[in-house]
């Protein structure tokens, strides 16, 4: 029997690195569903090679187009449009699995209907966690969802846990959880190199080859603040367990320190089809197309403590955290806009930073009980985030 297996975000790095995956696995896996947001070619190819049930579009005019494409080659997948399409392929009764690597907020409500459907939730999409952790752990535990983390340092981890490891509840003797960061493109830059820093410098990770968004948050190291959040939701963990430690080879993923001092850690090239494969075979180890690591060829392995003078993001990502309620999402919406911002050439890269701090600074902490919760909140910083980031801008055109 093959596995039914749904990809929100299939025409994106992880996406493309899942199909990957699945490709070395004609057997034990079935592609059902495809989604993306506005890509239709690469989402028509992908339809033609994997003939799913399902493909949906967020963007209705290229769901239109698709559908007219998929019409001329006589392929009999349903193309579904906008917000409703992305959920219906999230909870489309044939998935078992889901991958959920939608970018950004975006994927908040359809990694939620995985969630409440029952699903086993590969989760890439870490800004759902962020900005709504609460909601989606509650709805894991309330369908019996399985949750098995995709991100290289949480996928570490969880395989450092002892197993079967428990989504939200901290596995006994776990002293301490470390998150291992390359550091990013930026990591040697002067405090005034950081000011011209271009997108194009940002976006040029050394070890990884990710999508551009998360490709930036690297650099500022938004993204392990971000990670840091994942973490305390998935581990169970309050953020003053969780520690950062600069490892620019990439090799070691992340490391799990027990009571009795034992560390263990997960290990392997940089590739997330590694992280892929595991959580789609889990509790099986399946093949996915990665290199053997050659440690003699790495020869060292180094690690330093990140710099938060030049890199405040982390520092704010970790702050948010510890405030809990609102001001993750807050934290991560208004970053979603300042990275968006700097990518257009509206925002220098520091005043990426400069943007989230504010938008925190004048936000008025809530619970989040309900989804609205979350919402209100990032459609209020996305506001503010827009408002100073053209208000700096008008400042110094
Ligand atoms: P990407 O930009 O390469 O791809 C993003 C995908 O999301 C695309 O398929 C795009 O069509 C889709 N998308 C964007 N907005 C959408 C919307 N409004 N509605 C529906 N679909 C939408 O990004 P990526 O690098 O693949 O990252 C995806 C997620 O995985 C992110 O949350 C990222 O943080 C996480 N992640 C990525 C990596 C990596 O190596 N790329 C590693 C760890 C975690
Ligand atoms: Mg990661």
Redesign the pocket.
């Known amino acids: 029997m093959t596995t039914g297996v749904a990809i929100?975000?299939?025409?994106?790095?992880?996406?493309l690195s899942t199909l990957d995956v699945v490709r070395r696995h004609p057997d034990r896996f079935r592609v059902v569903a495809l989604?993306?947001?506005?890509?239709g070619a690469r989402l028509l190819e992908q339809c033609l090679e994997f003939r799913p049930f399902v493909a949906a579009l967020?963007e209705s005019a290229a769901a239109d187009g698709l559908r007219q494409e998929l019409d001329r080659h006589e392929c009999a997948t349903r193309v579904l449009a906008g917000q409703a399409g992305?959920e219906a392929a999230a909870s489309l009764p044939e998935a078992a699995q889901v991958m959920a690597?939608?970018?950004?907020a975006?994927?908040l409500k359809p990694t939620l209907a995985a969630a409440a459907a029952g699903k086993r939730v590969l989760l890439?999409?870490?800004?759902s966690l962020v900005c709504a952790g609460r909601l989606l752990m509650e709805a894991v535990c309330r369908s019996g969802a399985e949750l098995v983390p995709?991100?290289?340092e949480h996928n570490a981890v969880f395989q450092c846990l002892p197993q079967p490891a428990v989504a939200g509840t901290r596995a006994a003797g776990v002293r301490r959880i470390v998150l291992t960061a390359s550091g990013g493109p930026l990591r040697g830059c002067s405090p005034e190199a950081l000011e011209a820093v271009t997108p194009e410098q940002a976006v040029a990770h050394p070890n990884?080859s990710?999508?551009?968004?998360?490709s930036v948050d690297s650099a500022t190291l938004m993204n392990k603040g971000l990670e840091l959040i994942e973490a305390c939701w998935l581990f169970g963990v309050g953020p003053s367990v969780v520690d950062v430690v600069v490892h620019p080879q990439s090799v070691v993923h992340s490391m799990v320190e027990y009571t009795d001092g034992s560390v263990l850690a997960q290990l392997g090239n940089p590739d997330?089809r590694t992280p892929i494969a595991h959580a789609m075979g889990w509790p099986d180890r399946i093949e996915s197309g990665v290199k053997s690591l050659d440690l003699v060829e790495v020869g060292r392995l180094d690690f330093e403590t990140p710099d938060l003078e030049r890199f405040p993001c982390l520092r704010l990502a970790r702050e948010a955290a510890e405030a809990g309620g609102t001001a993750p999402a807050v934290l991560n919406a208004a970053n979603e806009v300042a990275v968006a911002a700097f990518l257009e050439g509206r925002l220098n890269f520091t005043g990426i930073a400069g943007v989230i701090d504010s938008v925190l600074n004048r936000h008025e902490i809530r619970p989040v009980s309900e989804l609205a919760d979350a919402l209100a909140a990032d459609g209020w910083a996305r506001e503010a985030a827009n408002r100073i980031t053209s208000e700096w801008g008008a400042a110094t055109a």
């Open positions: 929100l975000g299939s025409t994106g790095s992880i996406g989604a993306a947001r506005s890509n967020a992305l690597a939608i970018v950004g975006a994927g890439a999409n870490k800004e995709i991100d290289s990884w990710m999508g551009r968004k998360i997330m």
